[in-house]
């Protein structure tokens, strides 16, 4: 079986004579040698007629070919935060085929000092070489950069984008011509907007004669510097005018999934009603995030990485706007379960060829000086991977998300009914609790009562976990997971779980629960909890909702106006936040933040079929 790397090659800056960025690999300069800035303005921000095109927009998005050092990024959100009248939320789409390294990156953008507070926005959130999409999103979700790493003509088919302008800059057609091909223009041609607007600096005949043929209007206008011409360009067809949804809806249940998804409908300006049975909400006080891996490099890991990447991302921009998160990116060290285990996990990163600072091998004295005490062996170091307070989360979330969100409590929904083009969600009663044109079941497994026709095969698990007291010799700064999973406490102390039981409803906490929990425990960390006893010892017990095929559910259902977002099985902190940007992007018209087949996978449509 053959197993693709998950990496990109990163570019490494090397610079020219005249000490402009210069690409090895491609015999080719990152931007002209009168100024990078410059020509960024004139030539791709002028262009496309912007800051003017944007003025009055809820939205705008622009498709990149050759994100390259990222200076006209860089020059649109400068640009944004200059223009009084600017969209509302700026989406900034960029394919590479060899991004930088974030210390590359920062090297090359040193000389910018106008640009200085948002490059260093830029590389502190700057994804490693994987392959794939990435979103990264700054000044509290106004601007949004959707980086795509690896080939053009393979990552463009599979984007979901409606883009307003395009800056074409990738190194010169003679040079780098698979990102000019006729088939890569076609895509532009298939992801922009009738009347969107083109800018490139190359007036190579060929290139003009593949836009033509895509369905762009081009003429030459007044290059930059020692470039005489340039070209711009209009997609043919009237300009559609952007509809504006009744941005109202109601959310079903307030756990992870669903208070997720009103935050992020919140940062769009939607007002929502958040709905729960519960007047409180209990929950792990930390649960873990970490990536997936595995030999097949199947759909649950493909999605793992931006999932991961964005929840570390979503949890440190809360933190950095001084929402109260608790939370920290300690570290996750997987052990492996004996020998077979520990090849397999070695297999897995050379074959897949992990960046060491997402994901590396460790033999059992690493793995032991990594967590501080005696472990049962060597496995998989995620230097990335945290723990974090779900309930301090939902706090956070529902802080930022101030007045636009309204939480309705104390009432089971029994039935769902659409009354013209809103959905109501309906008491045992018959009362009507809420209504919204648009409305989304975050309510865990119960939410294939509320819309058996949409055939959700959920379950719910029974999960315990344990609480293991501070004491002088229980010293353990990461997280280690394996045969389940031991964390740090905020206050103190260490959580350790978790059991997992099918058909069990039981919210009662059990000493035989606690008993397999330190079983775990010891199997894991030789003697850490050896002195704890069971019936001395505090937990926790909830639900899971799972599905078989080990997937997130985030999307429509086949009837307008209804969604979903379920399933996160024991994962809710890595499949959540970016599951609900990709459902609130949708409700949005925005770009997807997943490639079109991974969005598809999470699907509750997926089990129509």
């Not at 590479?96 to 953008?109: I, M, N, R, T």
């Not at 000086?369 to 956070?396: D, K, Q």
């Not at 609790?433 to 309510?443: C, G, S």
Request: charged residues 20%.
């Amino acid at each position: 079986m053959t197993v693709r790397s998950v990496c990109v090659t990163p570019a490494r800056l090397a610079r020219s004579p005249e000490g402009v960025p210069f690409a090895p690999g491609f015999g080719d300069v990152y931007h002209s040698a009168d100024g990078g800035l410059a020509q960024a303005r004139h030539v791709f921000l002028a262009g496309n007629g912007l800051p003017a095109r944007w003025r009055g927009r809820e939205s705008f998005t622009i498709l990149e070919t050759g994100f390259g050092m990222g200076l006209n990024f860089l020059a649109a959100w400068d640009a944004l935060r200059a223009e009084p009248g600017g969209p509302a939320r700026l989406h900034f789409v960029s394919v590479e085929k060899h991004p930088f390294g974030a210390g590359d990156l920062a090297a090359a953008l040193a000389p910018y000092e106008e640009l200085r507070a948002l490059a260093g926005a830029l590389v502190a959130n700057w994804p490693p070489p994987l392959a794939g999409f990435h979103r990264l999103q700054f000044d509290g979700g106004r601007v949004t950069l959707t980086l795509m790493a690896g080939e053009a003509a393979e990552l463009l088919p599979r984007l979901v984008a409606r883009a307003d302008a395009l800056f074409l800059d990738g190194f010169a057609p003679a040079r780098n011509p698979g990102m000019w091909s006729p088939e890569v223009v076609r895509e532009l041609a298939r992801l922009a907007a009738p009347g969107a607007t083109l800018a490139t600096w190359t007036v190579a005949g060929g290139v003009r004669a593949a836009l033509a043929d895509a369905g762009f209007r081009v003429e030459k206008r007044e290059g930059f510097g020692a470039k005489r011409e340039m070209l711009a360009g209009v997609r043919e067809g009237e300009p559609a005018t952007p509809a504006t949804p009744r941005r109202r809806a109601v959310v079903v249940g307030a756990g992870l999934a669903g208070t997720l998804c009103a935050e992020r409908l919140a940062s769009r300006g939607w007002e929502v009603d958040l709905l729960d049975a519960r007047e409180h909400r209990g929950g792990a006080l930390a649960g873990v995030v970490r990536p997936i891996a595995n030999i097949r490099d199947a759909v649950n890991a493909q999605l793992s990485r931006p999932a991961f990447l964005y929840a570390l991302q979503h949890f440190r921009a809360l933190q950095h706007d001084g929402y109260h998160l608790l939370w920290r990116r300690c570290g996750v060290l997987q052990l492996a379960d004996g020998d077979d285990e520990a090849a397999r996990f070695a297999a897995i990163v050379q074959a897949q060829e992990h960046p060491p600072e997402f994901l590396r091998t460790v033999d059992a004295d690493e793995a032991a000086r990594l967590a501080g005490r005696p472990v049962r062996g060597g496995g998989w170091w995620m230097a990335g991977g945290a723990w974090v307070s779900p309930g301090s989360l939902a706090v956070a979330l529902l802080a930022r998300a101030g007045e636009r969100v309204r939480r309705l409590t104390g009432r089971t929904v029994a039935r769902l009914e659409r009354e013209g083009a809103d959905w109501r969600a309906l008491d045992a009663a018959g009362s009507v609790i809420a209504e919204a044109p648009t409305l989304v079941l975050a309510n865990a497994a119960d939410a294939k009562r509320l819309v058996p026709e949409a055939r959700l095969p959920l379950a719910s698990v029974r999960g315990q976990v344990t609480f293991l007291p501070q004491a002088p010799g229980r010293q353990l700064d990461i997280v280690v997971s394996g045969s389940g999973y031991v964390a740090p406490l905020p206050d103190g102390g260490h959580v350790a779980g978790a059991t997992y039981q099918h058909d069990d409803a039981g919210e009662d906490v059990r000493a035989a629960d606690h008993r397999e929990n330190l079983a775990r425990v010891e199997s894991m960390l030789p003697g850490f909890a050896g002195d704890l006893h069971p019936m001395d010892l505090e937990g926790l017990a909830g639900f899971r909702a799972t599905v078989p095929d080990r997937l997130p559910i985030f999307g429509d259902t086949a009837q307008p106006g209804l969604w979903v977002a379920t399933g996160l099985g024991s994962r809710g902190l890595l499949w959540a936040p970016l599951g609900a940007e990709l459902l609130a992007s949708r409700l949005a018209g925005e770009p997807l933040p997943l490639p079109r087949e991974l969005a598809g996978a999470i699907s509750p449509r997926r089990f129509l079929s």
